[in-house]
Antibody, heavy 122, light 107 residues
């Protein structure tokens, strides 16, 4: 079945960077856009951007421009999200999610990874 | 950016009752609206897309309606496993945004 498995929880100091991985299985990795969405503790959902594994093309929300980098390694069907210059406001669960349709970005997220908690604390 | 406002914040109902969740957009999103269910400690799951289409595997007791700025998610007969936070999501306009969620509880 289609599955996204993310890397484990991270604790980082302010100013550091974090890189979260998202390993896909059960489908053709290069055929679907991968999105990243975060959720601060007790809060709602915030979309960060996407990567198209076929080409490596990316699109980021302006809020995160200059701080976020989304990459992929097609040989191991894994997408990555790196966020730099971390502050306490970046403490959140970070989710990857597959776009539901092949070869197009519909911004319809199905399924999601299990989430990765990133804690930023001095 | 389009703001999605969900109401009520919390809905407390008995099993078998009908649940009606509302999502209002600050400007028209046509029918480019989805609903996600997030159970405690889990990732969100796609429930409905394009306002009224059930995602694969979603029970028929879930239905969605609306267009433009006003949308409704209905659970026709609440089950204990429906306890969750429900989020609406618009993909009509950049950047895509989510509502703040409605928490559904069992009395």
């Amino acid at each position: 079945q289609v599955q996204l498995v993310q890397s484990g929880a991270e604790v980082k100091k302010p100013g550091a960077s974090v890189k979260v991985s998202c390993k896909a299985s059960g489908y053709t990795f290069t055929a679907h856009y991968v999105h990243w969405v975060r959720q601060a503790p007790g809060q709602g959902l915030e979309w960060m951007g996407w990567i198209y594994p076929n080409t490596g093309g990316t699109n980021y929300v302006q809020k995160f421009q200059g701080r976020v980098t989304m990459t992929r390694d097609t040989s191991i069907s894994t997408a990555y999200m790196e966020l730099s210059s971390l502050t306490s406001d970046d403490t959140a669960v970070y989710f990857c999610a597959r776009d539901s349709e092949r070869y197009q970005v519909l911004n319809r997220f199905d399924p999601w990874g299990q989430g990765t908690l990133v804690t930023v604390s001095s | 950016e389009i703001v999605l406002t969900q109401s009520p914040a919390t809905l407390s109902l008995s099993p078998g009752e009908r649940a009606t969740l509302s999502c209002r957009a600050s400007q028209s999103v046509s029918t480019y609206l989805a609903w996600y269910q997030q159970k405690p400690g889990q990732a969100p799951r796609l429930l409905m897309y394009d306002a009224s289409n059930r995602a694969t595997g979603i029970p028929a007791r879930f239905s969605g309606s609306g267009s433009g700025t006003d949308f409704t998610l209905t659970i026709s007969s609440l089950e204990p496993e429906d306890v969750a936070v429900y989020y609406c999501h618009q993909r009509s306009s950049w950047p895509q945004t989510f509502g703040q969620g409605t928490k559904v509880e069992i009395k």
